[in-house]
C-alpha cells in the first residue's frame, strides 16, 4: 500500500487531464442549464434508467460543467468517481446517509470539526443511527468500539482542531476486517496526504478550503468508486439525487481552474507554517504542529504523506485562556498578521479560538476530555512571500499581549 502511495503524484494526475471547451476553449465551457433535451424520447427514458450513461438529464443530478470538476477530484484522490456538492457538510451528510440505515452504527474520531462531530451527535440519533467516538489514535479503542451493527469508520487525515493524524493504512486494515468501509474527511491535507492510496474507501472534502483556495464559495466533494458515486445519485434512492445539495456549475468552473494551482499553494502554505511553527515554539509557546519532531504522530505522518507538499498550512498554540487568546487576535488582526475568522486554506493567514468557534458543537466536558484547552488558537498560514515579516509581527503581539 504504502509504496503504490510513493508512486503516486496528485499534481499529475490533474495536470494529464484534457479537458476543452465546447468550442476547442482551454477550460471547459461553463454549461448553464438546469435540463437538458433530447431528440429522442427513447433516450430520455434510457438516462433515467441508467442504462444510457453518455447523456445530461437534469443538473441536480449531473452537469457537464461538475463532471469536469468531479472528474479531476476523482483524478486528484485516484478514486474511479467522484461527486460534487454545495457545501462540505453536504459531501459528509450525503456519503454517511447513503451507507446507514435506521439501527446501524459508526465509529468515529472525536477530535473532527465540530459541525461533522454535531451532525454525528445529535442529528443521526434521529434516525437511530448511533455513534461511538474514540480516539483515533488509539487502535485498541478502535478496533474494540467495532459492533456488529457498525457501518462506517470515520475520521479526518489530520483531525480539526488539534491536528493528529490518523494511521489510515491501518484503520482500513480494520475496516476491510470488519467488512466495514473507511471515511476519510481529507480538507486540511489534500496531496498530501492520498487517502484512497492508502486503503481508505470513501474521500469527503470542504472544497471550500484550500482546494478552492479563494473565500469566495462553499463546495464539498465525496471521491469513492463509480458504484457508490452511482448510488448516491440513483433517481430513485440516492441520498444526493434525493436531498439535493448539488453545486452550483459557475461555482464548479471556477475550483476546477483553482484545482490546478493547489500543488503550489500547498507547498507554500506548509513551508511558511513549518517557518512559523518552529519560530513560535522558540519563544516558548506550547505548538502544535505534525511537522515538529515532538508531534507524537510526526513519524507516522511522514510514512504516509507526499514529502514535497510538506507537512501543511494549519498550526495551533495555546494561550491558556480564551480571553487572552481572543486578546491576542485582536491584537493580530490590527498588525496585519491575517483576520480572526473561521475556516482555512485562503491565501490569507486566518485565524480563530476553536473551542468558541468551530468546535463550539462539542461540549466543554468532551473538549477537555480530548485534550482541547480553552486557549487553542487555530492559524491557517497564508500563502505570505515573506513569513519572516509575518513571524516579526506575530512577535511583537505575542509581547503586547504579555504572552513573551
Ligand atoms: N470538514 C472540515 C475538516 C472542516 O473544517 C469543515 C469546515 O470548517 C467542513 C468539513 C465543513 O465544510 P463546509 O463548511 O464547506 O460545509
Given at each position: 500500500m504504502k509504496t503504490e502511495k510513493m508512486n503516486f503524484n496528485p499534481a499529475n494526475q490533474i495536470q494529464d487531464l484534457e479537458q476543452f471547451g465546447e468550442f476547442g476553449g482551454v477550460n471547459p465551457a461553463i454549461t448553464d442549464s438546469a435540463t437538458f433535451t433530447f431528440m429522442q424520447a427513447k433516450t430520455m427514458l434510457e438516462t433515467f434508467t441508467g442504462e444510457e450513461k453518455g447523456c445530461f438529464l437534469y443538473s441536480r443530478h449531473w452537469n457537464p460543467s461538475n463532471k469536469f470538476l468531479a472528474d479531476a477530484m476523482a483524478a486528484m484522490e485516484g478514486t474511479e468517481a467522484a461527486w460534487v456538492t454545495a457545501s462540505g457538510m453536504g459531501a459528509i451528510t450525503n456519503a454517511i446517509m447513503q451507507i446507514c440505515n435506521s439501527g446501524d452504527h459508526i465509529v468515529a474520531s472525536?477530535?473532527?470539526?465540530g459541525g461533522s462531530y454535531a451532525f454525528l451527535k445529535n442529528y443521526l440519533p434521529k434516525f437511530n443511527i448511533t455513534v461511538t467516538f474514540v480516539d483515533i489514535t488509539n487502535i485498541e479503542r478502535v478496533t474494540n468500539a467495532i459492533q456488529e451493527n457498525t457501518k462506517i469508520i470515520y475520521t479526518e487525515s489530520?483531525?480539526?482542531?488539534?491536528l493528529q493524524i490518523s494511521d489510515i493504512p491501518t484503520l482500513a486494515e480494520i475496516a476491510n476486517r470488519a467488512g466495514i468501509q473507511l471515511m476519510v474527511d481529507n480538507t486540511f491535507t489534500p496531496m498530501i496526504i492520498s487517502p484512497a492510496k492508502l486503503g481508505a474507501h470513501i474521500v469527503v472534502y470542504s472544497?471550500?478550503?484550500?482546494?478552492?483556495?479563494?473565500?469566495?464559495c462553499v463546495a464539498g466533494a465525496i471521491c469513492g468508486t463509480t458504484e457508490f458515486i452511482s448510488s448516491l445519485i440513483d433517481?430513485?434512492?440516492g441520498t444526493s439525487m434525493l436531498l439535493g445539495p448539488v453545486l452550483d456549475p459557475l461555482r464548479s468552473s471556477s475550483i476546477l481552474k483553482n484545482l490546478h494551482t493547489l500543488h503550489i499553494r500547498m507547498k507554500q502554505h506548509s513551508s511558511n507554517a513549518m517557518y512559523l511553527a518552529q519560530f513560535l515554539q522558540k519563544t516558548g509557546l506550547k505548538v502544535i504542529y505534525p511537522g515538529l519532531p515532538e508531534h507524537p504522530q510526526h513519524e507516522l505522518f511522514k510514512s504516509i504523506m507526499s514529502k514535497k507538499y510538506g507537512f501543511g498550512g494549519l498550526i495551533a498554540i495555546d494561550v491558556n485562556t480564551a480571553d487572552e487568546a481572543g486578546n491576542l487576535m485582536e491584537l493580530m488582526e490590527k498588525a496585519g498578521?491575517?483576520?480572526?475568522?473561521?475556516?482555512?486554506?485562503?491565501?490569507k493567514t486566518l485565524f480563530s479560538n476553536s473551542g468558541k468557534?468551530?468546535?463550539?458543537?462539542?461540549?466543554e466536558n468532551e473538549q477537555k476530555e480530548m485534550g482541547m484547552s480553552d486557549g487553542l488558537i487555530r492559524f491557517s498560514v497564508g500563502l505570505d512571500d515573506d513569513i519572516e515579516r509575518t513571524a516579526q509581527k506575530i512577535e511583537a503581539c505575542l509581547k503586547a499581549a504579555n504572552l513573551l
Amino acid at each position: 500500500m504504502k509504496t503504490e502511495k510513493m508512486n503516486f503524484n496528485p499534481a499529475n494526475q490533474i495536470q494529464d487531464l484534457e479537458q476543452f471547451g465546447e468550442f476547442g476553449g482551454v477550460n471547459p465551457a461553463i454549461t448553464d442549464s438546469a435540463t437538458f433535451t433530447f431528440m429522442q424520447a427513447k433516450t430520455m427514458l434510457e438516462t433515467f434508467t441508467g442504462e444510457e450513461k453518455g447523456c445530461f438529464l437534469y443538473s441536480r443530478h449531473w452537469n457537464p460543467s461538475n463532471k469536469f470538476l468531479a472528474d479531476a477530484m476523482a483524478a486528484m484522490e485516484g478514486t474511479e468517481a467522484a461527486w460534487v456538492t454545495a457545501s462540505g457538510m453536504g459531501a459528509i451528510t450525503n456519503a454517511i446517509m447513503q451507507i446507514c440505515n435506521s439501527g446501524d452504527h459508526i465509529v468515529a474520531s472525536r477530535t473532527i470539526y465540530g459541525g461533522s462531530y454535531a451532525f454525528l451527535k445529535n442529528y443521526l440519533p434521529k434516525f437511530n443511527i448511533t455513534v461511538t467516538f474514540v480516539d483515533i489514535t488509539n487502535i485498541e479503542r478502535v478496533t474494540n468500539a467495532i459492533q456488529e451493527n457498525t457501518k462506517i469508520i470515520y475520521t479526518e487525515s489530520m483531525t480539526n482542531p488539534l491536528l493528529q493524524i490518523s494511521d489510515i493504512p491501518t484503520l482500513a486494515e480494520i475496516a476491510n476486517r470488519a467488512g466495514i468501509q473507511l471515511m476519510v474527511d481529507n480538507t486540511f491535507t489534500p496531496m498530501i496526504i492520498s487517502p484512497a492510496k492508502l486503503g481508505a474507501h470513501i474521500v469527503v472534502y470542504s472544497m471550500t478550503k484550500f482546494i478552492n483556495g479563494k473565500n469566495d464559495c462553499v463546495a464539498g466533494a465525496i471521491c469513492g468508486t463509480t458504484e457508490f458515486i452511482s448510488s448516491l445519485i440513483d433517481v430513485n434512492n440516492g441520498t444526493s439525487m434525493l436531498l439535493g445539495p448539488v453545486l452550483d456549475p459557475l461555482r464548479s468552473s471556477s475550483i476546477l481552474k483553482n484545482l490546478h494551482t493547489l500543488h503550489i499553494r500547498m507547498k507554500q502554505h506548509s513551508s511558511n507554517a513549518m517557518y512559523l511553527a518552529q519560530f513560535l515554539q522558540k519563544t516558548g509557546l506550547k505548538v502544535i504542529y505534525p511537522g515538529l519532531p515532538e508531534h507524537p504522530q510526526h513519524e507516522l505522518f511522514k510514512s504516509i504523506m507526499s514529502k514535497k507538499y510538506g507537512f501543511g498550512g494549519l498550526i495551533a498554540i495555546d494561550v491558556n485562556t480564551a480571553d487572552e487568546a481572543g486578546n491576542l487576535m485582536e491584537l493580530m488582526e490590527k498588525a496585519g498578521v491575517g483576520y480572526l475568522a473561521v475556516s482555512l486554506g485562503y491565501f490569507k493567514t486566518l485565524f480563530s479560538n476553536s473551542g468558541k468557534s468551530t468546535s463550539s458543537e462539542v461540549p466543554e466536558n468532551e473538549q477537555k476530555e480530548m485534550g482541547m484547552s480553552d486557549g487553542l488558537i487555530r492559524f491557517s498560514v497564508g500563502l505570505d512571500d515573506d513569513i519572516e515579516r509575518t513571524a516579526q509581527k506575530i512577535e511583537a503581539c505575542l509581547k503586547a499581549a504579555n504572552l513573551l
